[in-house]
């Protein structure tokens, strides 16, 4: 029995040890900017420009976002950056407290998702 | 065995987060490392340990480590004792409330996933060193924490007839029973003989005197939680209480580690650090949370009175711990859809309670922890109206401090992978 039970830890590993789902394999470049600069606790535009590596604007018709505090445990908020043209998304949230921030970006392209992200500083 | 199993499956979730923090994606609150150790572990270590007992001590997956290791290799050593103090953990304790804060633990996996392996390096270090429960008793942070905290939970292991143990001349609680193949066989390998051991201070719930006891007189009880911090008789494995400023400091540093830990969080402390540097901030923090206030208090209150504080240190790392645990309690199933490949969205509103929900909670752990501390304050023993007062001042303002404190927003600023 206590043989078994010294099996347990690497059988629970082997089951857990899930792979990630495949995303998408194209290069993005993420540019970002924000009204207000920096970020803060208020209703807060950000505008996403997207380009591929030879910098032409990559047109897809929305991102998915969502920020999350750096701090594990917190509810994200989310969001659906829409088209403006010319590679460039709008998308209006409210950080929910200051501090540090991370931001997911879902891009759908037709060869996949590509997942994103950028950081940014919430202001009191 | 129904322990055993535990400390099985706590070895196989501990193996799990540090691989999956070192291999999984290094964004915190898209990680398990970080999400249940800062998280879900510590909002159910206290919760568990205020409404039953010390479970996750019962459940380490250090000591089946260990005893797995003290298969091939037995120790030879007693730890010494003039090391027998608890400076080595406090030391240890406050290490960990240090780099928590100063290397933004809760931002990173990887270094989550290192501080995880920490403990199972010492450990094996330790007690493949010295013999019995050495690094349990005298080195691991994490089981001073569970000690103190324990103190305020309604279970207790104890005998249940003490005249019983008045006839016994064979000792089997402390020595351990030979006629026992699994639980029992060792005794109390931290040295707290039943019939003179009160309260939960040093038990790690094995149940190894229940199991090794031949007329079946040591039990789980339940109890008046705290009540064990007014007696002044000695403790087995302890001593008086009074005669241990190590323990003492100990109390100390865990209630003010609590408010200082949730000051970690939110403006003020950031504001001390932008104006004097991030590093200096922290020391001048630490050093008055942690050594000037308790050092002040030590000097003016007499001994009997300080362990009264433990309530209150218990009621605001309740507050702390049980708002990350219940504002976030479902927030790993994304993570956990993400490394299955579930498509659906989970929706955030499921993930945890509002902040305004939790406020309540909060605000009742910290004042039930100054009812508490207020009511042994009153009841302690051989303390002169004066210091009576004066502790009772001295409560209300830490309580005050801390529901302060909880009353601001939250902002976690650090490093982001």
């Known amino acids: 029995m206590r043989r078994s039970l010294t099996l347990i830890p690497l059988l629970v590993l082997a089951l857990l040890s899930c792979t990630p789902k495949e995303e998408g394999k194209a290069e993005i470049r993420v540019a970002w900017v924000s009204e207000p600069t920096p970020p803060a606790l208020a209703p807060t535009l950000f505008r996403i420009t997207l380009t591929d590596a030879q910098g032409v604007p990559v047109e897809v018709p929305t991102i998915a976002l969502e920020a999350n505090m750096a701090h594990p445990g917190m509810v994200p908020v989310l969001a659906e950056a829409t088209s403006v043209g010319n590679g460039q998304y709008e998308a209006r949230l409210t950080p929910t407290m200051a501090g540090s921030w991370i931001m997911f970006l879902k891009i759908p392209l037709p060869s996949g998702t590509v997942a994103k992200e950028f950081t940014f500083e919430v202001n009191r | ?417």
């Open chain 2, 1 to 417: 065995m129904i322990r055993l199993l535990g400390q099985a499956l706590m070895l196989a979730l501990a193996c799990f987060l540090i691989y999956h923090g070192i291999t999984g994606p290094q964004f915190a609150p898209k990680n398990l490392t970080t999400l249940f150790t800062w998280v879900h572990y510590r909002g159910l270590l206290v919760l568990v340990l205020l409404f039953a007992g010390n479970y996750f001590c019962s459940v380490c997956p250090m000591v089946f480590t260990r005893n797995l290791a003290r298969r091939f290799i037995s120790p030879r050593f007693h730890w010494p004792a003039r090391w027998q103090k608890k400076w080595p953990a406090i030391a240890l304790f406050v290490a960990v409330l240090f780099a928590y804060e100063a290397l933004d633990l809760w931002a990173s996996p990887l270094a989550t996933a290192m501080l995880l392996l920490t403990p199972f390096a010492l450990i094996l270090l330790v007690d493949l060193t010295f013999k019995k429960a050495a690094f349990c008793k005298w080195v691991c942070p994490i089981g001073q924490f569970n000690f103190v905290a324990s103190t305020l939970s309604p279970q207790e292991v104890r005998v249940k007839d003490p005249e019983v143990c008045q006839r016994c001349t064979t000792y089997e609680c402390l020595r351990g029973n030979a006629q026992r193949t699994v639980a029992g066989r060792l005794g109390c390998e931290l040295d707290l003989f039943l019939p003179q051991k009160v309260g939960n201070l040093d038990c790690t719930f094995c149940f190894e005197c229940v199991a090794a006891c031949p007329y079946q007189n040591v039990a789980l009880s339940t109890r008046t939680p705290g009540a064990e911090l007014l007696s002044a008789r000695p403790r087995a494995g302890i001593g008086r209480l009074v005669r241990r400023p190590d323990l003492l400091w100990l109390m100390l540093v865990f209630t003010m580690g609590a408010l200082l830990n949730a000051l970690g969080m939110v403006a003020p402390a950031y504001q001390l650090q932008e104006r004097v540097g991030e590093l200096p901030g922290l020391v001048i923090l630490f050093g008055i949370f942690l050594f000037v206030i308790p050092f002040f208090i030590l000097r003016q209150f007499p001994r009997a009175i300080i362990p009264t504080i433990l309530p209150l240190g218990f009621g605001v790392w309740l507050a702390h711990y049980g708002f990350h645990l219940f504002t976030g309690a479902l927030t790993f199933i994304p993570i956990v859809q993400a490394m299955v490949g579930v498509e659906a969205d989970f929706p955030v509103a499921w993930m945890g309670l509002s902040e305004r929900a939790v406020a309540p909670i909060e605000v009742g752990f910290i004042l039930l922890g100054l009812l508490g501390s207020l009511v042994l304050g009153l009841k302690s023993h051989g303390v002169s109206p004066g210091k009576r007062l004066g502790w009772m001042l001295l409560m209300l303002t830490l309580a005050g401090l801390a529901l302060w404190v909880m009353s601001l927003p939250m902002e976690m600023r650090g490093v982001v992978a």
